[in-house]
């Protein structure tokens, strides 16, 4: 259940979610926080279970925390996408899955977005979509997307994206989250 | 049994560490080694004292990576299993983060390696290291020495008459040496070291690149 979305342009990242958590056929939460920062450049969004994805989201501020102190320079997108496919890695690997996908998106030397599954593969992106209303957003994002868009333009097709998933998909709805990271960092 | 029999192992009567003393001073009958940096490039050069005849001379430069190499003095192989050490901790960052090593945290492992042997009753490993790499943030020079200790620095030298070496290119060292310029300056801080003319095997690394060549 979810509808999760990214999209990267020249000028930075959107990530945008619905807020819908479902238990089954019962919505369980109207107001669900599926986007998580996990620094001032870095956000993630997450479909699957909640309880594993927000553990690999503690998991990986721990380890990017540490390694930041360690070596004394900030870890690029990719590298934080790397420390969660890792734990998913691992977590197949050992018959103990973490059943989350993430939307890994931010802003390095130039604007990234990421897409993580349960097997810990990662392909970069310009756009992309996750959870059951994935394939309605797409939709919109296929139709809509084109590599010159502002951020504003951006951010208005996944809204776009996820309203459409929210009227199709029974598991997606209750309003839409976004956030945008502009290139240079920080929350707009 | 008298009381003579228990000389300190670890801390001598000034508090320093006996066992790093000898092993630096064991460094400094090495061959000798110099590494020089500006923020394009960086070159590493080691003296190899010509054996007798019919015995090849022994490689001292190092791949430990594609952006990074090391060189140094001291018993060779002391050195070759740093060496190792240094290849192993470059993949297994390799293999976690999926970029290459960062010059700093590569110096660091290193020294916490070295540091280990400082804590018990065994031999140090009586070997410096220079090490010399490309990264994210640019091109990288650092030394490592028997006692963990390692510093990043635009020149170093270690083993025979290293001081000499050292005092030499500091005279003579400048940010916006030239490639040529400053493997010139090698050759001779190396030669005024041992007051002969020298045998040198060189190691570089290119910031354009990021990668370390061992030369030939």
Same mark, same amino acid.
């Given at each position: 259940m979810t509808t999760i979305v990214g999209i990267k342009t020249k000028e930075g990242v959107v990530l945008a979610s619905d807020k819908r958590a479902s238990k089954g056929f019962f919505?369980? /939460? %109207?107001?669900? %926080?599926k986007i998580y920062q996990i620094d001032t450049r870095t956000a993630a969004a997450i479909a699957g279970q909640v309880s594993d994805a927000e553990y690999l989201v503690n998991l990986v501020r721990a380890q990017k925390k540490l390694m930041q102190l360690e070596r004394g320079f900030e870890l690029s997108v990719f590298e934080i996408t790397k420390l969660i496919s890792n734990a998913a890695y691992y977590g197949l690997r050992s018959y103990a899955p973490f059943l989350a996908e993430f939307i890994v998106a931010g802003v390095d030397s130039e604007p990234r977005i990421y897409s993580t599954d349960v097997s810990g593969a990662i392909s970069p992106e310009v756009f992309t979509s996750s959870g059951s209303g994935s394939p309605i957003a797409y939709g919109v994002l296929e139709s809509s997307y084109n590599d010159s868009l502002t951020l504003d333009e951006a951010k208005n097709i996944a809204d776009k994206a996820v309203r459409a998933a929210m009227q199709r998909d029974?598991? /997606?709805?209750d309003g839409v989250e976004i956030i945008t990271i502009p290139l240079g960092g920080g929350q707009a | 049994m008298g009381p003579e029999r228990y000389q300190p192992f670890f801390y001598g009567p000034e508090g320093r560490l006996v066992q790093v003393e000898y092993a630096l001073e064991a460094v400094s009958r090495g061959s000798t080694t110099v590494g020089i940096r500006t923020d394009s490039f960086a070159i590493v050069a080691s003296h190899v @004292? $010509? $054996? @007798? =005849?019919l015995v090849d001379p022994f490689d001292k430069i190092f791949e430990i990576d594609e952006h990074s190499g090391a060189t140094g003095s001291g018993y060779i192989s002391d050195m070759l299993r740093l060496v190792d050490e240094l290849r192993l901790e470059a993949q297994q960052y390799k293999l976690t983060m999926d970029t290459p090593i960062d010059m700093y945290t590569l110096a660091k492992r290193l020294g916490q390696f070295i540091h =280990?042997?400082? *804590? !018990?009753?065994v031999r140090l490993p009586a070997a410096s290291i220079i090490l010399a790499g490309a990264d994210q943030r640019g091109v990288h020079l650092y030394q490592v020495d028997p006692s963990g200790t390692f510093s990043r620095g635009s020149a170093f030298a270690v083993g025979k008459n290293a001081d000499k070496a050292v005092d030499f290119i500091v005279k003579s !060292? @400048?940010?916006? *040496?030239s490639f040529d310029e400053a493997k010139k300056l090698v050759d001779q801080a190396v030669e005024t070291a041992i007051a002969e003319k020298p045998l040198l095997q060189y190691g570089y690394v290119n910031i354009d690149t990021r990668s370390f060549v061992k030369q030939k």
């Open positions: 919505i369980a /939460s %109207k107001d669900a %926080k029974p598991g /997606s709805g | @004292r $010509p $054996p @007798r =005849e =280990e042997f400082t *804590l !018990y009753a !060292y @400048r940010k916006d *040496l």
